[in-house]
């Protein structure tokens, strides 16, 4: 059984500083690995997705990277901002559909 | 693009109550999913659809849930009788095809309190 763990639980930072939330998986055969955000209230919005055979993706300050072999993923969120305030949640698929294992999520709090 | 939009937002019941939350993926969206989250927890699956049939209700307590998607757009979650055990929220999301290279869109979910 698949299951996904986020470290830390909880992360204060102020504001510009780079910062680096972990993710791991116990089964290596997933399809993809995905980050979203979820701010209070809301549902999750989608920020990376990435399919086993990558190694990272990108966009804007945010760099997800994955080892499957390991299974590990990181997200790098560079030049932090209050803005970024949010809960960040990973999950992975297996077998080809969107069936997600979530992560219980990193609650990362900006402060200016 | 419309978002995922899901009704309503919040719902208190008393136990042993029944409920229903309604879903609208996203226009041409064919994967419909419903997920659970619990309070400080990661969303569970609940169930998927693809079109208007079920392709993984694993997860989902038979006895006391249902979920339809008749004509393959918007859905219907039921929870009959509802526990204490059962608040949460909501959520449902939508993806293009379900083939597992495509994010997934959440609407804003249903907050259910049982009490």
């Known amino acids: 059984k698949q299951e996904v763990t986020q470290i830390p639980a909880a992360l204060s930072v102020p504001e510009g500083e780079n910062l680096v939330l972990n993710c791991s998986f116990t089964?290596?055969?997933?399809?993809?690995l995905q980050w979203f955000r979820q701010d209070p209230g809301k549902g999750l919005t989608s920020l990376l997705l990435i399919q086993s055979s990558q190694r990272e993706q990108t966009s804007g300050r945010l760099n997800a990277s994955l080892d499957k072999s390991s299974g590990r993923s990181t997200l790098y969120i560079a030049a932090s901002q209050p803005g970024d305030s949010a809960t960040y949640l990973c999950?992975?698929?297996?077998?080809?559909?969107?069936?997600?294992?979530f992560g219980k999520g990193t609650k990362l709090t900006v402060n200016p | 693009e419309a978002g995922v939009a899901q009704s309503p937002r919040y719902k208190i019941i008393e136990k042993r109550q029944s409920v229903a939350f309604w879903c609208n993926p996203i226009s041409g969206h064919a994967t419909l999913y419903w997920y659970q989250q619990i309070l400080g927890q990661g969303p569970k699956l609940l169930i998927q659809f693809q079109n208007n049939g079920v392709v993984d209700d694993s997860q989902l307590p038979k006895d006391r849930f249902s979920a339809e998607r008749l004509k393959g757009v918007d859905s219907t979650l039921k929870i009959q009788p509802a526990k204490l055990e059962d608040s949460a929220v909501y959520l449902c999301a939508s993806t293009l095809l379900g083939r597992g290279n495509s994010p997934l869109h959440f609407g804003n979910g249903t907050r259910l309190t049982v009490t």
């Open positions: 999950a992975v698929s297996q077998g080809g559909s969107e069936k997600l294992v």
């Open positions: 089964d290596s055969a997933i399809y993809n």
